[in-house]
């Protein structure tokens, strides 16, 4: 009887528990991980990453050199 009373625990009306779902959707994307890991090339993504950083850079020096001119421009104004 005991039997009975409890709930089916398998098929699609099993309890649902968000700690499990959430697993099992975190393994999922595991798995894909996993298997488009052979397509994912480091070194490419490290080139670009660089080439990124450089661009942050040379955008960091034409302020600079604007701010440079615009200090001579006022020098030049006042003499």
Partial sequence: MAD????????????FVFEEWLKDGIDGVRGKMEQRKAHFDPSK???HIRAAQKEQLLAIRSL????????DREANASD
Avoid at 4 to 15: L, Y
Avoid at 66 to 71: D, G, K, P, T
Wanted: hydrophobic residues 30%.
């Fill in 4 to 15: 009975r009373d409890k709930a089916d625990q398998r098929g699609p009306f099993r309890e």
């Fill in 45 to 47: 993504f490290r080139q």
């Fill in 64 to 71: 600079i050199d604007s701010a440079i001119e615009c200090v």
